[in-house]
């Protein structure tokens, strides 16, 4: 009997070891090919929010770390610079609508100095499907409205849902989510306007920082 036992001990012994000696295989052959898709997937995105036509550099190498209450909480937020000829022309950042109906709502926002924007996505949320879901642009348009919007000290006030007397689209049924990306889209951009003098002495951006 102790035989037995011992006989299927070790034979499950060798089999993890077999097991996780090719999980480890595994991770280390495919680790480049995940490691490329979710570069290519941040590069289509930073396209998005930035058109491409504006920068000449690599804007994926220009991210560094800030924190700010305008970005709707105290964690470290990436943010990358795009540079026509070395020269800084606009911003994307990640901010956090904190205020969302089901929580925080993550955006990657895409502005110039001067207040104007350029694109915004919204890359994670979890807001109720059918109704606040509508910021993700597979299922609206309704984020595209932002873009070529610029925001100055005279238009604040309309920089707004239009329950709240501005000039942005509500959903059905859900004030409350828009109403947070279009908040968090303001002070956001208000931030990046303050940001181009103190580019040079913010840190740059390590994997530690999330």
């Known amino acids: 009997m102790l035989d037995v036992i011992k006989k299927n001990s070790i034979t499950l ?13 595994i991770h280390v052959v495919t680790q480049p090919d995940i490691q490329l898709q979710m570069t290519l997937k941040q590069q289509n995105i930073l396209n998005e929010v930035i058109p491409p036509i504006l920068y000449n550099n690599n804007i994926q190498s220009s991210c560094y770390s800030v924190s700010n209450p305008a970005l709707g909480d105290t964690e470290k ?14 911003i994307a950042i990640e ?33 109720t499907p059918g109704l606040g879901d509508k ?3 597979r ?24 329950k709240d ?6 959903f059905t049924g859900a004030t409350i989510t828009p109403r947070a ?8 951009v208000l931030y990046i306007q303050t940001l181009q003098k103190t580019l040079a002495a913010l840190p740059l951006y390590n994997m530690s920082d999330k």
Do not use: C, M
Request: glycine letters at 8%; zero cysteines; proline letters at 2%.
């Open 95 to 127: 901010t956090t609508a904190p205020d969302g109906y089901a929580g925080n709502i993550q955006i990657i926002i895409g502005a110039n100095f001067d207040g104007l924007i350029y694109g915004i996505r919204v890359v994670e949320h979890h807001e």
């Open 77 to 90: 937020h990436r943010l990358y610079v795009a540079k026509k000829d070395n020269k800084p022309i606009a």
């Open 181 to 188: 990306v279009v908040n968090a889209v303001k002070r956001t």
């Open 139 to 162: 299922l609206s348009n309704w984020v595209n409205s932002f873009q070529n919007q610029k925001i100055i000290s005279s238009n604040l006030d309309e920089f707004a849902v239009k």
């Open 165 to 170: 007397g501005g000039h942005f689209d509500q």
């Open 13 to 25: 012994a060798i089999f993890a070891a077999i097991t996780t000696g090719l999980t480890a295989i």
């Open 135 to 137: 910021i993700e642009l």
